[in-house]
């Protein structure tokens, strides 16, 4: 099993910044392959970001690119999403997910097999 815990979300207001915390836990990979998603009111969640496990390659979907980026932290199994000139259109909670297995369908929520709580993510105008 795997216990997975994001934190850093907040309010911020629009055109600030945020950085939200993953810590992946419990098994013995040393590194996971993680994706970001995000859930807004009245919409289904979405494919935010996803690294490999290795780091060296990210991915992202269209309206976050050039604004977030996704990033490994020094301790193992610990994933970054930092967020800048943040819209309020950003405004979600925002999920963070375990493939153990690397899957190439990074963007699809089948393919990860662990999940956070959440943390509420919120862009005032």
């Known amino acids: 099993q795997v216990h997975v815990v994001e934190s850093g979300g907040g309010l911020v207001e629009a055109g600030g910044s945020l950085r939200l915390s993953c810590e992946a836990s419990?098994?013995?990979?040393?590194?996971?392959?993680t994706g970001w998603f995000r859930q807004a009111p009245g919409k289904e969640r979405e494919f935010v970001a996803h690294i490999s496990w290795s780091g060296a390659s990210q991915h992202y979907i269209d309206s976050v690119k050039g604004r977030f980026t996704i990033s490994r932290g020094d301790a193992e199994n610990t994933v970054y999403l930092q967020m800048n000139s943040m819209k309020p259109e950003d405004t979600a909670i925002y999920y963070c997910?375990?493939?153990?297995?690397?899957?190439?369908?990074?963007?699809?929520?089948?393919?990860?097999?662990?999940w956070g709580q959440g943390t509420q993510v919120t862009v005032s105008s």
């Open positions: 997910a375990v493939d153990p297995w690397g899957s190439s369908r990074y963007s699809e929520q089948t393919s990860y097999d662990y």
């Open positions: 419990g098994r013995s990979f040393s590194r996971y392959s």
